[in-house]
């Protein structure tokens, strides 16, 4: 059959799907990232508590656990499924291409989360009801878990960029496709980070510490541990950037907005200027200004950071071989995967898809416009929102002066053969080029009546013009028998 794996397309109208993934995982990032520092930081607290016979710092521990466990493990798992819901149905393909490679060790991921849950309620509720060794066994334990769910993410993250080894492509195997060029600078670089968000959330929990002279000891330890996580980061961050495929680079430069780089530039230096005022002036950490500071940088450089992730994969999803349209781009003998773009080359993606309606199967002249707007919706939407607002309108892409045939050549001359480097190959049908002209035509000019009365004219005007071909040919045969007499 002439049909490929492809879903119904998820459009969501005011912000676009894009958006919606973006802000789900931007705060589940912020809590996933936050416990898994606080994890390591409690197996370092516990364990100083225990040597230096210290219950101040493991009463820290339990409150900063209290606050760690509604804040991450129930805001952060609610947003978790979020992730999974939303990934799923607005790019299927792309989800499916990680569980069908990693399915193991997404299980041995939940396995060691499971031992958070559990060991998150131990730590807060075991203080004083155990000694303080066990409890330093205990966060120890808790500690190594979150690590290990951060290393095997990160693991499937690099994936998404980029397979571990070309071997992969051929050969199939989950550690050839795991462990890439840039997974530990990917690891290193991520770690770094969530200190430094450990380190900022903590500030809320020192806030309400009543002691002055603890309150400045842990505002001293926090602030340390922020600033020197920070410049790590910062400097982990340039490093991983040369791990990435030139594309990738290619897409940053083309793509991120102009003020990617300065608001990176911003964060870090407002973040360690934090940490240097509340290490000079304890005082200072009060739990509105701390809260307000934790929200403004995490939320203001987890973005920037999220979405430069996001885009340097372009025009790929996963793997690099699922487009970010969801389209199979490349073959994968070693996991027994077909290119698309031959058949799609061959049928047309209107044929090809199983969920086109009936009456699109074939452009005429009188479902263009519904057509065009299918074929935006399939190949389009999960990167450019067709409406005016969401993510990257398709109208900014193009002059207010554009004609049809200046649309028409674009469309044919750049996404059929997919010369642009961060968007897919997009192969058309001679008259899905033109639908899909006439739609972006429309969709720029706001779906006007002057534009929609032009198409018809043309329509008409062609029409006309084949009416009287055909009559002509009529005429020419009836006249050739006579001549022949």
């Keep these: 059959m002439d049909l490929i794996s492809l879903y119904p397309t998820w459009y969501e109208p005011t912000v676009g799907s894009g958006w919606v993934v973006a802000l789900i995982a931007t705060f589940h990032v912020l809590a996933s990232h936050t416990s898994v520092g606080a994890a390591l930081l409690f197996a370092y607290l516990s364990n100083k508590a225990y040597r230096e016979d210290r219950d101040d710092l493991l009463d820290f521990v339990k409150k900063y656990g209290l606050f760690l466990l509604v804040f991450t493990y129930v805001a952060g798992s609610i947003t978790g499924p979020g992730i999974w819901y939303s990934t799923t149905v607005a790019s299927p393909n792309g989800i499916g291409a990680l569980i069908h490679s990693f399915?193991?060790?997404?299980?041995?991921?939940?396995?060691?989360?499971?031992i958070e849950v559990v060991g998150v309620y131990m730590i807060v509720y075991l203080v004083g009801r155990v000694d303080k060794k066990t409890h330093m066994k205990i966060s120890v334990i808790f500690g190594m878990a979150s690590l290990a769910t951060m290393?095997?993410?990160?693991?499937?993250?690099?994936?998404?960029?980029?397979?571990?080894?070309?071997?992969?492509?051929?050969?199939?195997?989950?550690?050839?496709?795991?462990?890439g060029t840039n997974t530990f600078i990917q690891m290193g670089m991520r770690m770094a980070f969530m200190f430094t968000m450990t380190a900022v959330v903590g500030g809320i929990v020192v806030a309400g510490i009543k002691d002055p002279a603890f309150k400045k000891e842990m505002a001293r330890k926090l602030g340390w541990l922020g600033i020197v996580s920070t410049l790590i980061g910062a400097a982990l961050f340039q490093w991983y950037l040369k791990s990435v495929p030139d594309q990738a680079l290619l897409v940053m430069e083309n793509r991120l907005p102009d003020y990617f780089v300065p608001s990176i530039v911003a964060v870090l230096s407002g973040t360690l200027a934090y940490f240097i005022i509340t290490m000079i002036q304890p005082k200072t950490l009060v739990a509105g200004f701390a809260g307000f500071m934790s929200v403004t940088i995490l939320v203001a450089g987890l973005w920037p950071e999220e979405t430069a992730r996001e885009s340097m994969r372009k025009p790929w999803v996963a793997g690099q071989y699922v487009y970010s349209n969801q389209v199979i781009g490349r073959d994968v003998p070693g996991m027994g995967i077909q290119s698309q773009l031959p058949l799609l080359e061959k049928v047309g993606i209107l044929k090809a898809h199983p969920f086109t309606p009936p009456e699109l199967k074939k452009v005429n002249d009188?479902?263009?416009?519904?057509?065009?707007?299918?074929?935006?919706?399939?190949?389009?939407?999960?990167?450019?929102?067709?409406s005016k607002t969401g993510i990257r309108p398709l109208h900014r892409y193009f002059p207010d002066n554009i004609t049809?045939?200046?649309?028409?050549?674009?469309?044919?001359?750049?996404?059929?053969?997919?010369?642009?480097?961060?968007?897919?190959?997009?192969?058309?049908?001679?008259?899905?080029?033109?639908?899909?002209?006439?739609?972006?035509?429309?969709?720029?000019?706001?779906?006007?009546?002057?534009?929609?009365?032009?198409?018809?004219?043309?329509?008409?005007?062609?029409?006309?013009?084949?009416?009287?071909?055909?009559?002509?040919?009529?005429?020419?045969?009836?006249?050739?028998?006579?001549?022949e007499k």
């Excluded at 290393?151 to 980029?162: D, E, P, R, T, Y």
């Design 151 to 179: 290393l095997i993410i990160v693991g499937i993250l690099s994936f998404m960029m980029l397979p571990g080894k070309e071997a992969w492509f051929e050969e199939g195997g989950y550690l050839n496709g795991f462990y």
């Design 103 to 114: 399915v193991w060790k997404w299980a041995t991921e939940w396995v060691f989360f499971v």
């Design 366 to 386: 009188h479902n263009m416009i519904q057509a065009g707007q299918f074929i935006a919706m399939v190949y389009c939407s999960n990167c450019h929102s067709p």
């Design 404 to 483: 049809r045939e200046r649309m028409e050549k674009y469309v044919k001359g750049v996404l059929t053969s997919g010369n642009i480097a961060y968007m897919p190959k997009m192969p058309m049908l001679d008259s899905e080029v033109k639908a899909l002209s006439a739609y972006l035509l429309m969709n720029k000019k706001g779906g006007q009546p002057a534009v929609a009365e032009a198409i018809k004219q043309e329509v008409d005007a062609r029409n006309r013009a084949l009416a009287e071909k055909q009559a002509q040919d009529k005429v020419a045969a009836l006249t050739i028998p006579q001549e």
